[in-house]
């Protein structure tokens, strides 16, 4: 199994562009997770997904959108990039808990995309 | 809400030390509990979890932490690090008022270990 991939692993954007940030894992696991990671501010939520179809909003979706049309897939979109999304791109993914035992509430983390935005 | 803090930003010690990096939350019910490890250029791995049970938890790589709930910590320690285990920790923390969905980071301890 691959995991958890992510695809630019690095990208440069002019501010006012726009790109797309794809998270793909083959773990078949129900949630999926968008963060950025900043210096001095640890890893903050910008969007999640606890199934195929269905977002919800982080601590810091501003400026971001998501969408998860396949279960595999959790994509995050910047529609006019600015300097203040410069920042490393993390995905996660967990599978859905399960009553006995407590598993699966351990997030596992894709290797990350670093964009700079100029 | 729900916040994790962690007091050591920066860290720096020789290798055979021991070392204990401190963990607080601000949740007062029932918690899940992490560290996570982010070597240089390296997506996040975990260390070690907590669920329920022994609140002793040992992880990988020689990784210990104690959940003390009176205290709502949950503290890492190491009895001799070594340079490789320079990288940057991050506690975090999921709790039933977020129905155990989302994760909450600290701001991470950043260890360099010199040889």
């Known amino acids: 199994n691959a995991g958890v991939t992510q695809t630019p692993k690095f990208r440069v954007l002019k501010t006012g562009q726009s790109m797309t940030l794809l998270c793909a894992q083959d773990?078949?696991?129900?949630?999926m997770y968008w963060y950025r990671q900043d210096p001095g501010m640890g890893l903050r939520l910008i969007h999640y997904s606890v199934g195929e179809g269905t977002t919800a909003k982080g601590e810091v979706p501003d400026g971001y959108n998501v969408s998860r049309l396949k279960k595999q897939n959790f994509l995050l979109g910047l529609e006019s990039a600015a300097p203040s999304q410069t920042s490393v791109y993390f995905c996660a993914s967990r599978p859905l808990d399960r009553v006995s035992g407590r598993v699966g509430y351990e997030q596992y983390f894709g290797p990350g995309t670093r964009l700079t935005v100029t | 809400a729900q916040s994790v803090s962690q007091h050591n930003h920066h860290v720096i010690l020789s290798e055979a030390a021991s070392l204990e990096l401190g963990c607080n939350y601000s949740?007062?019910?029932?918690?899940?509990l992490f560290w996570y490890v982010q070597y240089p250029g390296q997506h996040l791995q975990l260390l070690l979890k907590y669920f329920s049970g022994d609140p002793l938890v040992k992880g990988i790589k020689g990784f210990e932490a104690e959940f003390i709930k009176s205290k709502f910590s949950f503290n890492l320690r190491k009895p001799s690090v070594q340079w490789s285990d320079t990288a940057e920790y991050f506690c975090a923390v999921n709790s039933m008022n977020t129905g155990f969905q989302k994760l909450v980071f600290g701001t991470g301890t950043r260890l360099l270990v010199s040889p």
């Open positions: 773990m078949n696991h129900e949630y």
């Open positions: 949740y007062g019910g029932t918690v899940n």
